[in-house]
């Protein structure tokens, strides 16, 4: 039915919820659940569930393992580790946002594929991090390897999505990356980095190094290593790329928001108060909207109730089942926002009613189990979005003749959403554009130059800084 859905799997759900109610037989011990008041019993940290089959069948990470005392040792070992480099990281993320300004000014005014140079931002910011030294992906470097590792991931998940409602089957992934295929190409090319990255005498700061040190030096510990260098690679990349793609393609489809951010930036910018780690009303507010209405990993967290079954509300659902949320379907419910199918960013300021169930809003899912590199990519989102607007205006190609239903119809869920191409052209630079803009010196130069770097403990505790660390 996923093949035959042409990767739409979260519009057949869709249906099926709405002809069947909230509570849907996908499989033969399967529930699909789209009751809002599933969420905290599903998914909340008191939850009794476990992680479903689908995570057991890949190889073991701090994601997959279905083991409550492994997964909180190890979850606890990354947490630290992203707070430990997060703030070291926000300059080199603002260094990798330096490749992608130039490189839109390089195409300034052209056509440019959006999707491409967003997956390759995102894949340097996540080698850096996993294997300590840039690809180069987004200056042009490495055009081949590039191509083969976004290729082997995709196919990674494009298997995961067909597969993941057949657990026998899914095992087989496992095989598939040991003869030669796109994803063998990228499992071979991932334990080299790691290995490289092993042999660098004095390497910067970053998160594989903490992984390194709080992990034992054996082979299972290699195998795990290994396995979570690929982790941070795929989790962190597919994610981000298609989260930026879209934010642009909104920002295209309603040039008042690229303006509203554009406001608010100039004048952080200029009282020199820019940071990417810190929460901006405007900016994030976008930035959740696009995060709300696409949430970009359309997989329904997969968990199994426990044997003495789990009331939710008014409804019985007994033990051993398998049981999802699905994050579209979730998204788009008047029960949980008004004008479900807008964009309306107002509704994380200014329009609070537009939200009514705060605890549906989960892109990132929620405790115990939710994204641990969230700040990270709410960091990577603010940088790029924050300094690029403030630059450049951005626009369709008039060629294109820009289709916005038909654009979202070929959205695709392999696992993680899948962005159809689309091409964009920026346009700038702004200073010369707008003519109001407060800063007189080239806004460029102030925006590469001057950005706050938090690294006190105290900037780390503030939640003004480190925003979105707490769930929506
Ligand atoms: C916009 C970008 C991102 C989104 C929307 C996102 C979303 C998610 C979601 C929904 C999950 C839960 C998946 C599940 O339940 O199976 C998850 C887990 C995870 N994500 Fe992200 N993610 C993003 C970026 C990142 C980045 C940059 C990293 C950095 C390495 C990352 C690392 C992880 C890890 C390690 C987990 C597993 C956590 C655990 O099970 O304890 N993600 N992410």
């Given at each position: 039915m996923v093949?035959?859905?042409?990767?739409?799997?979260?519009?057949v759900?869709?249906?099926?919820?709405?002809?069947?109610g909230?509570?849907?037989r996908v499989?033969?011990r399967?529930?699909?659940i789209?009751?809002?008041?599933?969420?905290?019993?599903?998914?909340?940290?008191s939850s009794k569930t476990t992680k479903?089959?689908?995570?057991?069948?890949?190889?073991?990470t701090v994601h997959?393992?279905?083991d409550?005392r492994f997964?909180?040792?190890?979850r606890?070992?990354?947490?630290?580790g992203?707070?430990?480099?997060?703030?070291?990281?926000?300059?080199r993320?603002?260094?990798f946002?330096d490749?992608?300004?130039?490189?839109?000014?390089?195409?300034?005014?052209q056509?440019v594929a959006?999707?491409?140079?967003c997956?390759?931002y995102s894949y340097d910011?996540?080698?850096?991090?996993?294997f300590?030294?840039?690809t180069?992906?987004?200056?042009g470097?490495?055009?081949?390897?590039?191509?083969?590792v976004?290729?082997?991931?995709?196919?990674g998940?494009?298997g995961?999505?067909?597969?993941?409602?057949v657990?026998?089957?899914?095992s087989?992934?496992?095989?598939c990356?040991r003869?030669?295929?796109?994803m063998?190409?990228?499992?071979?090319w991932?334990?080299e980095?790691v290995?490289l990255?092993r042999?660098?005498a004095n390497?910067?700061p970053?998160?594989m190094?903490h992984l390194?040190?709080n992990?034992?030096?054996?082979?299972?510990g290699?195998?795990?290593?290994?396995?979570?260098a690929r982790l941070i690679i795929g989790?962190?990349?597919?994610?981000?790329?298609?989260a930026?793609?879209l934010i642009f393609?909104y920002l295209?489809?309603?040039?008042?928001?690229l303006?509203?951010i554009?406001?608010?930036?100039?004048?952080?910018f200029?009282a020199?108060?820019y940071?990417c780690?810190r929460?901006q009303?405007?900016?994030?507010?976008?930035?959740?909207?696009v995060?709300?209405?696409?949430?970009?990993?359309l997989?329904?967290a997969?968990r199994?109730?426990?044997?003495?079954?789990?009331?939710?509300?008014?409804?019985?659902v007994?033990?051993?089942?398998?049981?999802?949320?699905?994050?579209?379907r979730?998204?788009?419910?008047?029960?949980?926002?008004?004008?479900?199918d807008s964009?309306i960013?107002?509704r994380?300021?200014s329009?609070?009613?537009l939200?009514r169930?705060?605890a549906a809003?989960?892109?990132?899912?929620?405790?115990?189990?939710?994204?641990a590199?969230k700040?990270l990519?709410?960091?990577e989102?603010r940088?790029?979005?924050?300094?690029?607007t403030?630059d450049y205006?951005?626009?369709?190609?008039v060629?294109?003749?820009?289709?916005e239903?038909?654009?979202?119809e070929?959205?695709?869920?392999?696992f993680?959403?899948g962005v159809p191409r689309?091409n964009?052209?920026?346009?700038?630079?702004?200073s010369?554009?707008?003519?109001?803009?407060t800063?007189?010196?080239n806004?460029?130069?102030?925006?590469?130059?001057?950005?706050l770097q938090?690294?006190?403990d105290?900037?780390?505790?503030?939640?003004?800084v480190?925003?979105?660390?707490r769930?929506?």
């Amino acid at each position: 039915m996923v093949f035959k859905s042409n990767f739409r799997w979260f519009h057949v759900l869709d249906d099926l919820h709405d002809r069947y109610g909230d509570y849907v037989r996908v499989g033969p011990r399967e529930l699909s659940i789209s009751d809002p008041d599933a969420i905290t019993p599903v998914l909340g940290l008191s939850s009794k569930t476990t992680k479903g089959p689908f995570y057991g069948s890949l190889e073991q990470t701090v994601h997959t393992t279905r083991d409550r005392r492994f997964h909180r040792q190890r979850r606890r070992v990354w947490d630290n580790g992203f707070k430990e480099s997060l703030a070291l990281f926000g300059p080199r993320i603002e260094g990798f946002t330096d490749s992608l300004l130039n490189r839109i000014e390089e195409n300034t005014a052209q056509a440019v594929a959006i999707n491409e140079i967003c997956e390759h931002y995102s894949y340097d910011v996540m080698s850096a991090l996993a294997f300590g030294k840039t690809t180069g992906f987004t200056e042009g470097k490495s055009t081949d390897t590039a191509k083969k590792v976004i290729v082997g991931i995709r196919k990674g998940v494009e298997g995961m999505s067909l597969l993941l409602h057949v657990p026998w089957i899914l095992s087989m992934l496992k095989r598939c990356s040991r003869v030669p295929s796109p994803m063998k190409f990228f499992n071979d090319w991932s334990a080299e980095q790691v290995e490289l990255r092993r042999r660098i005498a004095n390497p910067e700061p970053d998160l594989m190094g903490h992984l390194m040190k709080n992990t034992p030096n054996d082979r299972q510990g290699k195998i795990l290593l290994d396995a979570e260098a690929r982790l941070i690679i795929g989790a962190g990349s597919d994610t981000t790329g298609a989260a930026l793609s879209l934010i642009f393609i909104y920002l295209a489809m309603h040039p008042s928001a690229l303006d509203d951010i554009r406001k608010e930036m100039d004048a952080v910018f200029a009282a020199s108060q820019y940071s990417c780690l810190r929460r901006q009303p405007v900016l994030d507010s976008v930035l959740n909207e696009v995060l709300r209405l696409h949430p970009p990993v359309l997989f329904g967290a997969q968990r199994v109730t426990p044997p003495e079954g789990l009331q939710i509300g008014a409804v019985f659902v007994p033990g051993n089942a398998v049981v999802s949320i699905p994050p579209y379907r979730l998204a788009r419910d008047p029960r949980n926002y008004a004008f479900p199918d807008s964009f309306i960013p107002e509704r994380w300021t200014s329009r609070p009613e537009l939200v009514r169930n705060r605890a549906a809003f989960i892109p990132f899912s929620t405790r115990p189990y939710n994204c641990a590199g969230k700040n990270l990519a709410m960091t990577e989102l603010r940088s790029v979005v924050a300094r690029v607007t403030g630059d450049y205006d951005v626009g369709f190609p008039v060629e294109d003749k820009f289709d916005e239903e038909a654009f979202f119809e070929r959205m695709t869920d392999h696992f993680t959403i899948g962005v159809p191409r689309q091409n964009l052209i920026f346009s700038g630079p702004v200073s010369e554009s707008v003519p109001t803009s407060t800063v007189a010196v080239n806004l460029k130069d102030v925006k590469r130059l001057e950005f706050l770097q938090p690294s006190t403990d105290a900037d780390l505790a503030d939640p003004q800084v480190y925003g979105n660390f707490r769930d929506y």
